[in-house]
């Protein structure tokens, strides 16, 4: 099976690719032009939300360096030791909603202290994997269409957040502890 796997993973982009080629060709597109106009329309999407990657970094930077994140650790450990979960995940529970690559580094930084085959560092494994970067997904496809009224996106998105962590720990709990 494991090795069905990595023959399906060593070929599945290089087959989709020469696909959509071969269906292009078919169809008599012009397939340079057409890629070229649709990295031109990337670039442009790209400059367009700057402003709000910029905002979601100042955020991000703003919320660590005032020592927020380490006041709720402190705050919320007595609840966090009921359910077995480390201090240690409290920043990729609140970094993961805002920023995919922040999240990477908090998740860094577990592993190496945790150490790989620790219940923290799977804990924020599972973490990592289900839940979403929701602000950056609001500021990112949300300012590249134009869309200023969020509406109930932000609750939706949070909430679903809320509950990948909620499942995480459970599924670890159930697994792992």
């Known amino acids: 099976m494991a090795n069905l796997l990595n023959l399906i993973s060593l070929w599945a982009l290089p087959v989709i690719i020469i696909s959509i080629m ?17 990295a031109k329309n990337g670039f442009e999407v790209a400059v367009k939300i700057i402003p709000y990657l910029v905002a979601i970094i100042v955020g991000i930077s703003m919320f660590r360096a005032s ?23 409290l920043p990729l529970m609140i970094v993961r909603s805002l920023s ?12 190496n202290v ?14 990592l994997g289900s839940s979403e ?17 969020i509406r109930y996106a932000l609750f939706v998105g949070l909430l679903a957040d809320f509950i990948g962590i909620v499942a995480a720990v459970l599924v670890c709990n159930w697994m792992f502890a």
């Not at 071969?22 to 649709?38: A, C, N, R, S």
């Not at 945790?114 to 973490?127: D, F, Q």
């Open 100 to 111: 995919g690559s922040g999240a990477l580094g908090v998740f860094s930084d577990i592993a």
């Open 133 to 149: 970067t929701t602000f950056y997904v609001l500021a990112v496809y949300f300012g590249a269409v134009g869309i200023t009224k």
């Open 22 to 38: 071969t269906f292009g060709l078919i169809k008599k597109v012009p397939i340079y032009e057409v890629f070229t106009e649709g």
């Open 114 to 127: 945790a150490g790989p085959e620790s219940y923290t560092t799977k804990l924020a494994a599972v973490m």
């Open 67 to 89: 020592g927020a994140i380490e006041f709720l650790a402190n705050l919320l450990s007595p609840i966090f030791l009921k359910f077995n979960i480390s201090a240690d995940v």
